[in-house]
């Protein structure tokens, strides 16, 4: 079993502000790593995955950096909106490919007050 | 192009009935797997699949067993009910790069 972390656990803030929230993981045998949003009541939905270090992806106001080598990656938003509110998870593979057997983290549950 | 559709969205069962959670995929995936998600748990991972006519187990499999005798169709059996498999419950189909959910079943057992 892959032990991913997630911090904080939750997370307030105010709309317009910037946030980031961290996953931890193992650094060996790294293969890739994958960042969800899955917002109440809906199915998890794919943000990134990333698999080199020093990665670094943007989608809108979304971003993530990944660093293999101290097993970290970060996932920033910027000007967080209400439509951010959701928990963000990341999850890594055990096995030799980008995919395999995908374990997750608690999440990040995200609120962004108006 | 329906995705990962499954079936039904709720469901009530009395301690020590069975009943199978349906999962079915419509992208060809070879890969498919099962998750539970319980408050302050996160998704476990069940069972899964990485092709017809095989499966292996997650880290939470007692009391689920899954065949995969079609590309498509992936379902979650449960054999005797208990209290402690009231859950929400994701079939996954899976692409090299990104995983896609189905819409969940909301598992109550009294």
Sequence with gaps: ????????????????????????????????LHWYRWETAKSPEA?????????????????????TKEGYSYLYIKGSQPEDSATYLCALPDRGSTLGRLYFGRGTQLTVWP | NAGVTQTPKFQVLKTGQSMTLQCAQDMNHEYMSWYRQDPGMGLRLIHYSVGAGITDQGEVPNGYNVS???TEDFPLRLLSAAPSQTSVYFCASSSQLRMYFGPGTRLTVT
């Design chain 1, 47 to 67: 943000l990134f995955v990333m698999t080199l270090n020093g990665d670094e992806k943007k989608k809108g106001r979304i971003s993530a950096t990944l660093n």
């Design chain 1, 1 to 32: 079993i892959l032990n991913v972390e997630q911090s904080p656990q939750s997370l307030h803030v105010q709309e317009g502000d910037s946030t980031n929230f961290t996953c931890s993981f193992p650094s060996s045998n790294f293969y890739a």
């Design chain 2, 68 to 70: 995969r005798s079609t």
